[in-house]
């Protein structure tokens, strides 16, 4: 399977992570990133979106790619890096482990309709982890989004670096990337 590309045609995405990707996260950018963004989704269809409606994630993903496309692939990874300080997240904890396992349970909760894919996390060491990203968005926004977390809930002066030591990978047409995460 490819980037890009739904792991089942029935998944839906959440508008409100539609709205505060493209609202919040884009806008921290920049205005004309932002309008880009609004673009790149009305080519698909979504001219409006509702906080309380379902898109097809194909439509989604098809969006994402034309925004790396066209604003080049480093934008996803720094737009990856603004979702938990943008998004609803699952916030009753204060750890960076306890911070990487939430991925899996906001990707859950943002979306639905069959195989969605998911992120697994497991500690290895006392401020190291490995997580699993078997999803079909691309590397660098995985990438952005596990920094993003990490920092988040690490301490003041933890380096967070994060390096992919998987066999497998998405820009091969793999379904998963795995991430060695250090903080």
Same mark, same amino acid.
């Not at 890096?81 to 204060?94: K, M």
């Not at 660098?140 to 990438?143: G, K, S, T």
């Given at each position: 399977m490819a980037t890009y590309e739904a792991f089942d045609r029935g998944v =839906?995405?959440? $508008? @409100?992570?539609?709205l505060t990707i493209v609202e919040e996260a884009m806008g921290r950018f920049s205005k004309e990133?932002? &309008? %880009?963004?609004?673009q790149a989704l +009305? +080519? =698909? $269809?979504?001219?409006?979106? =509702? *906080?309380?409606?379902w898109y097809p994630q194909q439509t989604w993903l098809n969006a994402f790619e034309t925004i790396a496309e066209e604003l080049q692939p480093h934008v996803l990874d720094r737009l990856g890096? @603004?979702? *938990? &300080?943008? +998004? &609803?997240? *699952?916030?009753? !904890?204060?750890t960076v482990s306890q911070g990487l396992l939430s991925i899996d349970e906001a990707?859950?909760?943002?979306? %639905?309709? $069959?195989?969605?894919?998911?992120y697994e996390f497991e500690n290895t060491d006392d401020r190291t982890g490995e997580i699993t990203c078997n999803n079909p968005y691309p590397c660098? !926004?995985? %990438?952005g989004l596990i920094r993003g977390v990490a920092r988040k809930y690490a301490s003041v002066?933890? /380096?967070? /670096?994060?390096? &992919?030591?998987? =066999?497998t990978c998405r820009r091969e047409g793999d379904d998963t990337c795995v991430y060695t995460v250090y903080w």
């Open positions: =839906e995405v959440k $508008g @409100q992570t539609v990133y932002q &309008e %880009r963004a609004l +009305a +080519a =698909e $269809g979504i001219t409006a979106p =509702e *906080p309380d409606e890096e @603004q979702i *938990p &300080e943008v +998004a &609803e997240w *699952p916030n009753d !904890f204060n990707y859950q909760q943002n979306h %639905r309709g $069959g195989e969605i894919g998911s660098p !926004f995985d %990438r002066d933890a /380096f967070v /670096f994060i390096e &992919e030591t998987g =066999e």
